[in-house]
């Protein structure tokens, strides 16, 4: 057997996280299995749909590394076959036409809600007669079609993740709705039970791999491949992604799509490892690794069934590791963005020369890609902002005449390099009898206008190319 999985997001937001590690798990059982991991776009609901929602959960897997072998499909472009699925079960005698008003129902839920009972539909309208249904429609009356569940029946699977699992199906509500707005000629909008059972039918899914919130519906699903005379599918229920209060991860945190974790400064190999580690361990216990090194390893045995709790420290951890071994060329191409948003005047090809040391530098210090836009600050302008600390620096007696001859030494040396700059502060440093120490910090403080910051020979190198380091001691200069 080939293992065929699929990912069905539905467009009516971008692409969650959630949704995401659950793609994730999908493509590493593919990937191990060597099957196929299908895209399926579950778009019938017309109002909250929208095409950019579409792109963005497109552009968001393949982001994250994820290819697919088959789609996308999109359930709006396939709306013949859900209604022919239906009419079978209608002709079957396994789902009816039933007239209920909203009114009606509204009724019914308050006299259950009355009686301490569990709101469901009561199946009134499953055995209505011809003469009764005709009666209906003369009134003009709407119909939704429902689906026939057994009460009696007990619903089991053996889950990859859960092992056994047991539903009642006297607890799932009662006949299920599998169509809207029906009449005695026509099929209404196919509903989503019936119409992801159609889609795992006709694109012969073998596994269902989804968060344990879709357990419920998977009881009612199972009804459905039986009435369809379709193989039932293997499931596997993943844990779901928590917040620091063990409650679902939702809006209400803050950021939880894939585009937002984009704009924060993660890039796509650290995020696309961490969702792996959401849920799942590797069986050498490593922490970082590619997908495709994960796949190698992936099964269902290692999944958690307990939620997994998403962990902001660690996804940063990961992240600067991705941060601290990345190519200075691609680090740069990564970082650009970012230093564009942030108003700063750069061109990455006549500015490469300084650009590529820059970043370069400062890797070792990011956490996330943002850090570059602070961190990078002082090189994007002419005069720069003294702290309290840094100013202090330059005031302190004897730094004045140590600037000074750093000038006179920039314009009599022309240095060129870390080592000529190098050979400058010692022979500053000789010259002015000072320790090495003073005339060092002096110069920090007034080349970056603070004493913290990277390396300080690998910065004023870049300055001096900008032409920033002149005109920076001469404003220091001014303080004193």
């Keep these: 057997m080939t293992v065929r999985v699929r990912i069905a997001p539905s467009p009516t937001g971008n692409l969650h996280i959630g949704t995401a590690r659950t793609a994730v798990f999908n493509w590493l059982y593919a990937r191990h299995e060597g099957g196929q991991f299908i895209l399926r776009v579950e778009d019938t609901d017309e109002e909250r749909s929208r095409a950019e929602f579409t792109d963005n959960i497109l552009s968001g897997l393949r982001w994250l590394g994820m290819d697919w072998d088959e789609g996308p499909f999109f359930q709006s472009q396939r ?3 859900y209604r022919q699925a239906i009419q079978t079960l209608l002709d079957k005698g396994l789902a009816y036409r039933a007239y209920d008003t909203p009114e009606e129902l509204e009724a019914m839920r308050e006299a259950q809600k009355a009686k301490n009972q569990a709101p469901r539909y009561d199946n009134r309208h499953r055995d209505l007669t011809p003469d009764q249904q005709a009666a209906f429609e003369a009134e003009g009356r709407p119909a939704v079609i429902r689906f026939k569940i057994d009460d009696s029946r007990t619903i089991t699977w053996s889950d990859m993740v859960r092992g056994p699992v047991t539903w009642q199906a006297s607890d799932l509500g009662g006949d299920m709705v599998v169509a809207r707005a029906s009449s005695a000629s026509t099929i209404g909008q196919p509903l989503y039970n019936l119409a992801v059972v159609v889609d795992d039918i006709d694109m012969a899914i073998t596994h269902v791999i989804r968060g344990e919130d879709h357990i419920a519906n998977t009881a009612k699903q199972i009804l459905l491949y039986e009435a369809l005379g379709a193989t039932v599918p293997a ?9 620091q209060t063990g409650q679902k991860l939702s809006k209400r945190d803050g950021v939880t799509s894939i585009s937002d974790f984009q704009k924060m400064g993660f890039v796509a190999p650290a995020l696309a490892n961490y969702m792996t580690l959401l849920g799942w361990s590797a069986p050498d216990a490593a922490e970082q690794f590619t997908l495709d090194e994960a796949a190698k390893q992936f099964s269902f045995d290692r999944v958690n069934k ?7 420290d660690k996804l940063d951890w990961l992240n600067s590791q991705y941060l601290h071994a990345m190519e200075p060329a691609t680090l740069l191409e990564l970082a650009l ?3 564009q948003e942030a108003g700063y005047a750069v061109d990455a090809e006549a500015d490469h020369r300084w650009l590529l040391p820059m970043v370069a530098m400062l890797a070792p210090s990011l956490t996330r890609l943002t850090d570059v836009v602070e961190q990078s600050r002082f090189f994007f302008t002419e005069s720069v902002g003294f702290t309290d600390d840094a100013k202090a620096q330059v005031q302190l007696e004897g730094v004045s005449p140590v600037l000074e001859a750093v ?3 920039l314009t009599a040396q022309s240095p060129a390099t870390i080592d000529d700059l190098k050979a400058l502060v010692n022979d500053v440093t000789k010259a002015q009898g000072v320790k090495k120490g003073l005339v060092m910090k002096s110069l920090r403080a007034a080349l970056m206008g603070a004493l913290q910051g990277p390396d300080l020979m690998e910065s004023w190198l870049i300055l001096r190319q900008r032409g920033f380091d002149i005109p920076r001691l001469k404003e220091a200069l001014t303080l004193s």
């Design 79 to 81: 709306l013949d076959l």
């Design 235 to 243: 499931f596997a229920h993943t844990p779901l992604i928590l917040n």
């Design 306 to 312: 307990a939620g997994a709790k998403f962990d902001w």
């Design 337 to 339: 963005p970012y230093l």
């Design 407 to 409: 000038l006179d030494g």
